[in-house]
């Protein structure tokens, strides 16, 4: 009965220990989630109050534009007549016979991405997607951080993550680096899972998932999988020499064909769009911004990529990385060394054969040892794979010039360097290995040295100055780039305000969704808005959505509003005739520094004048301090110029007709009768100069869009008008934007214009 007694004792106890080993594997499971939807809702608010108009990195508007295509069906977008008016930043133009109206544009980026954020568009919350990255790269490295330590170590290293500059402030972009690296690491979760339980399921996944890592980034993919790759090769060796080479080469075979079907999957991506199965929309955008040294090419902008340089570009990203924009600035760096240290006395213990857990001991007998450990992926294993990646991350991005580019554009200071984003994941889980290794040796010494009740009270002090300096220290490297994102968001904020009040559509500042172009809903007061069209500027070239990457178009270029660049007279006239909308001009005064300073915006209703004769009168008043006037109208390089009495304000009466331009109520000086109007679209420019006591000027300049055909013209009225000084050509600086503006004492300006037939 004793006995009886004894084992029934005994069992219970060894249920009552599994219990609660069960109830701490559950609490840190819930905790691992708890931290990991922090970390999303962390990301989401950001996205909403930091990036309501995105970033000034205009790529964000390409993924949505693709996003947008990839709801209705689209690879290409088919522009028409809109072609040079509307093409989007970083899209192919692509003449063939076969596609509607004979021009097709396509993405230089893959639609893996897009077709993620596809999924916010699609309910109207496009933020939401990023906040659900963000949580599930938090979640992917909580697993990562406890296969290679334990499950503590990986709810602070996904809490780590979430107070990486780096990470917060890309995951709230539209961009592809924090949906990639949550590819890439469900890959390594998976891979890692397919190692350690010889499992075939989770290696046709880990194969598929860098499979699709690849076909939305290829180098990213490449580079962050070098390390798995090499543990690969190293396993089948070791396990050919140890004769069970089949059953592992049925696990790499297992990862080795899905990922092989998604590289044809891109390949054949690639025939669609380009053509060429070997030539990435990356390469036909631009066939020199590639990976390598020598002559390296985009756009415009050229140079020699040396191997110098990319050593020196490379050193200046990690000194951002480790200093400012990983985890807790620079004492995430530090924590990572401790915990790096951390990791190699564990090795050399295992190394020695004194710290093997049970199974890991189990493993390294017989044959292969500790080779045998390592093919099967032990935590040393794992832990040197982790460390491969940043090696392999600063090694691999050293050879391609982007964060040159990224450095020399700006954007890197204030979006931080974003092709190492994967270089996150060895710093936060080495960072959190730190921690919590230094908590563990403070609470053994504590304990050592003090009672028990005291020791709690000496762990909790070293943790809370812990995490004080820590705040303190994370809160310092985020405030700059914070700061920064925050000064360009409240100056595209005014920048847009002219085309949200005009009630195009439903404003994009609504609650998670500032994904959505302002080219897409309702008027503001609910009711269907009109069929606007938007001429806007474009002073970065030749783009739509660049800079101004909110104003996107429909796919279809048939949403309640279309965005086209102001390209001058002939272009104008062609948007106009091919869309039959009411047009609008959106400009503003100032100069364009990628919203680093503030611009004062127009919005212009326009409308076209058209008739035998067009009459054109504009009043404008004298500068204060100017003493004479002259008055010249100019088209296609001719002139007339007109004698001007000097008077407190002049209206100038000019008219426009098939056979020229020409001012009817003063004197003409110089020049032809009527400057002639070539056929076609063109352009007609009044010129009123007003001059000083010491020849200082200040110059009106009106320029009209006309179109002469048969015996009629047509003018896009109001004209845009600019007010410069000690010059004739003005610019944006000097655009008029209405009478509340500044501009010198006494300029003010009204025009109108009618047309008849005679």
């Known amino acids: 009965m004793g006995r009886s007694g004894s084992r029934l004792s005994d069992i219970f106890d060894d249920a009552s220990v599994d219990f609660d080993i069960e109830t701490e594997q559950t609490q840190l499971w819930l905790a691992a989630a708890v931290v990991s939807l922090a970390v999303g809702l962390l990301v989401t608010w950001l996205a909403v109050d930091l990036f309501p108009y995105h970033t000034v990195n205009d790529d964000e508007g390409v993924y949505l534009m693709q996003a947008a295509m990839l709801l209705e069906g689209k690879l290409f977008l088919y522009p028409g007549a809109l072609a040079e008016a509307v093409r989007p930043w970083f899209f192919i ?7 509607p109206g004979g021009v097709q544009m396509y993405s230089k980026y893959s639609p893996v991405i897009p077709a993620m954020f596809a999924l916010g568009l699609a309910v109207g919350l496009p933020n939401l997607v990023l906040g659900v990255v963000a949580a599930a790269n938090a979640a ?69 998932l860098v499979g699709l890592a690849f076909f939305a980034r290829p180098y990213t993919a490449v580079l962050f999988a070098l390390p798995f790759i090499a543990h690969s090769l190293w396993a089948l060796g070791t396990a050919w020499r140890t004769g069970t080479g089949w059953v592992v080469f049925r696990r790499y075979l297992a990862i080795g064909l899905p990922g092989l079907t998604f ?17 990435f929309p990356y390469m036909a955008f631009a066939p020199l911004d590639g990976v390598g040294f020598g002559h390296r090419e985009i756009l415009n902008y050229d140079l020699v990529y040396t191997p110098e340089l990319g050593l020196e570009t490379g050193l200046e990203a990690l000194e951002m990385l480790v200093t400012r924009w990983g985890p807790m600035g620079w004492l995430g760096t530090v924590a990572a060394l401790f915990g790096l240290g951390l990791t190699a006395r564990r090795w050399w213990g295992h190394r020695t054969g004194l710290n093997l857990r049970g199974s890991e001991r189990r493993r390294a007998h ?81 304990h050592q040295r003090f009672s028990a009740s005291e020791a709690r009270g000496v762990v909790f002090s070293v943790v809370l100055v812990f995490a004080l300096v820590a705040g303190g220290v994370t809160l310092g490297a985020v405030d700059g780039p914070y700061e920064e994102n925050h000064l360009r968001t ?28 302002v080219g897409q809903g309702l008027g503001g007061d609910g009711a269907e808005a009109p069929k606007a069209l938007v001429f806007h500027p474009d ?16 796919p279809g270029f048939d949403g309640p509003v279309v965005y086209a660049i102001d390209g001058g007279a002939e272009q104008d006239f062609t948007v106009l005739d091919a869309t039959n909308r009411t047009p609008y001009r959106f400009a503003y005064r100032g100069s364009w520094t990628g919203a680093e300073d503030s611009v004062t915006p127009e919005l212009t209703h326009l409308h076209v004048v058209s008739g035998e004769r067009v009459a054109a009168r504009t ?19 001719e002139y007339a110029r007109y004698d001007v009495p000097m008077a407190e304000s002049h209206t100038v009466e000019w008219d426009i007709t098939p056979a020229g331009v020409r001012v009817t109520n003063y004197p003409r000086a110089a020049g032809a009768e009527r400057v002639p109007i070539p056929r076609g679209a063109s352009e007609v420019d009044l010129v009123v100069t007003y001059v000083g ?19 009629e013209v047509r003018v896009i009225w109001p004209p845009e008008t600019h007010v410069c000084r000690l010059t004739l050509e003005c610019g944006s600086e000097d655009l008029w934007v209405g009478p509340d503006g500044e501009y010198l004492p006494g300029v003010s300006v009204e025009t109108n214009a009618t047309a008849d037939s005679r």
């Open 93 to 99: 133009v692509e003449e063939t016979a076969s596609a």
């Open 140 to 208: 992917f490295v909580y697993l990562l951080g406890a296969d290679v330590f334990d499950r503590r170590t990986g709810i602070v290293a996904a809490g780590l993550l979430g107070l990486s500059p780096l990470f917060v402030i890309n995951s709230a972009t539209f961009l592809a680096y924090a949906p990639t690296t949550m590819l890439n690491l469900a890959f390594a979760a998976c891979y890692v899972r397919a190692a350690r339980r010889d499992s075939s399921g989770y290696a046709v996944v880990a194969g598929s």
């Open 263 to 279: 590289v044809g999957l891109t390949l054949a991506y690639n025939a669609v769009v380009t053509g060429d199965p070997l030539v």
């Open 366 to 446: 017989g044959l292969g040892g500790r080779d045998r450990a390592f093919t099967e992926l032990s935590d040393d294993a794992l832990a040197a794979i982790i460390l491969g990646i940043f090696v392999s991350v600063f090694v691999g991005n050293g050879f391609f010039w982007g964060t040159h580019n990224g450095l020399r554009n700006g954007l890197i200071d204030l979006l931080g360097p974003f092709y190492h984003f994967d270089a996150l994941v060895p710093l936060v889980v080495f960072a959190a290995a730190g921690v919590v290794g230094g908590v563990r040796f403070v609470r053994r010494r504590a």
């Open 490 to 517: 409240e100056n595209l904020e005014a920048t847009y305000e002219p085309l949200v009040e005009a009630g195009f559509e439903s404003p994009p500042l609504t609650p998670l969704g500032s994904g959505v172009g």
């Open 539 to 554: 002073p970065y070239g030749d783009w739509s959505a660049h800079p101004f990457q909110t104003l996107r178009n429909d």
């Open 619 to 637: 009043t404008l008043g004298a500068p204060e301090g100017t003493r004479t006037v002259s008055v010249r109208v100019e088209s296609d390089g």
């Open 693 to 711: 006591d010491f020849g200082e000027t200040v110059t009106y300049r009106q320029t009209a869009s006309v179109e002469r055909s048969g015996g």
